[in-house]
């Protein structure tokens, strides 16, 4: 009998590379950093150091200056790191210059976005948009490439062959970016007829920031396993239940999460994932409010809701976490009433800013969960009333 050997895939070890400019304080790369990390180790990388530079501007060549690049040379020297990351997008001549100083694989955040979506996909969907996100962002990093190629091999007659080979490389990616698309095309054609087919129900769809908690409200409301879990971009693929509460039925969507800096690329190839969301009755807008950003982060899913053209739908904001608000927020000491009060105003402030459309809950917990039902059946029925004013099944 033979053993079957069993593959250990080694950790990998991370460097995390942010920039201060004029457009990014300090304090806003740090964020960044931050999300990084937690990026990196979706990733299955553990960061050891993160590195940060002000400039004016980024360098043409290095991205960060010569300096700061030798005082990571020195720093990864000897300490095992195996990769290196940057917060912003790198041309290709930038990641070619930076490997032949550092001597390690360098990547860059959108490379790092791309290769957690590609783990993550599982439906033929995911996986063709993904793959052709990457071929999107690669072709225009060829040139590069080659020429990082190039000066290793050195010599003469080395350019021609160099540049038979990038043009060969150009228009096979170009071909496969091309039939990528029109399979792409016949998979969107299906679900469009599969959204057609789901007849008059009002659909409601979750949207929020990347691990807000959307995947664990939807088994909430729906009583289905959607995956969830504590990590970036849990969920890829768009799920639809059909709810019912109090007689009443309707379609609930769970959708991909929104990040800052989301590759362009992505953005475009995952639009037929986002029309559930374009195509959706009401948004409820999951927020994290035990995140230190929080208020950022509903500025990222609103101009992406914006850029979608999705923001003059009915949204309810859904403040979930409340009990990791808590934990963070009060000590143990403060008196119940004093902790009652500054839940009182935040909850007054939010109340005034959505127009009394929002419900602050935990998820995990279960709290406050009966008031999120009657919130989302109110605006269902609402619904309902105005556009099936004779169909007396949909409301009780």
Request: with cysteine; aromatic share 8%; net charge neutral.
């Amino acid at each position: 009998m033979i053993e079957k050997k069993q593959v250990v895939q080694q950790e990998e070890r991370a460097v995390i590379v942010g920039l201060i400019h004029k457009e990014q304080t300090e304090r806003q790369v740090q964020e960044y950093l931050d999300e990084l990390v937690f990026l990196a180790e979706t990733a299955g990388a553990t960061t050891v150091k993160r590195f940060t530079q002000k400039l004016s501007h980024p360098d043409r060549a290095t991205f960060v200056g010569k300096g700061k690049l030798e005082e990571m040379k020195d720093f990864i020297t000897g300490r095992n790191i195996t990769l290196v990351i940057f917060d912003d997008e790198l041309t290709g001549s930038q990641i070619a210059n930076i490997e032949k100083v550092l001597n390690v694989k360098v990547i860059d955040r959108s490379d790092l976005i791309l290769d957690i979506f590609a783990r993550r996909a599982r439906t033929s969907q995911a996986k063709v948009q993904v793959e052709l996100a990457q071929y999107q962002y690669i072709l225009p990093r060829l040139k590069g490439m080659w020429s990082h190629l190039e000066r290793q091999g050195g010599g003469i007659g080395s350019r021609g062959p160099g540049e038979t080979e990038i043009e060969t490389d150009r228009r096979i990616i170009k071909d496969k970016i091309s039939l990528l698309r029109k399979r792409l095309a016949e998979i969107d054609k299906q679900a469009l007829t599969q959204r057609k087919d789901r007849g008059e129900y009002i659909r409601v769809a979750l949207v929020g920031y990347t691990n807000v908690g959307k995947s664990t409200i939807m088994n909430l409301l729906s009583k289905s396993e959607v995956f969830a879990e504590n990590k970036l971009f849990a969920t890829l693929d768009t799920t639809t239940r059909k709810v019912v509460f109090e007689q009443t039925p309707f379609l609930l969507s769970d959708t991909v999460g929104f990040i800052r800096k989301l590759p362009h690329h992505l953005v475009e190839s995952f639009k037929s994932t986002l029309d559930e969301v374009r195509e959706s009755d009401i948004l409820m807008h999951v927020v994290d409010i035990s995140h230190p950003q929080y208020e950022d982060q509903v500025e990222v899913v609103n101009r992406t809701l914006q850029e979608l053209k999705a923001f003059d739908k009915p949204i309810i904001m859904i403040f979930n976490k409340m009990d990791l608000y808590e934990e963070q927020t009060f000590d143990k000491w403060l008196a119940e009433d004093v902790k009652q009060d500054i839940l009182n105003q935040l909850k007054a402030d939010w109340d005034i800013r959505t127009h009394g459309n929002c419900v602050f809950i935990s998820a995990l917990e279960r709290r406050n969960i009966d008031e999120l039902r009657k919130t989302i059946m109110e605006k269902v029925v609402t619904l309902y009333r105005e556009r099936y004013p004779y169909k007396t099944e949909f409301f009780y």
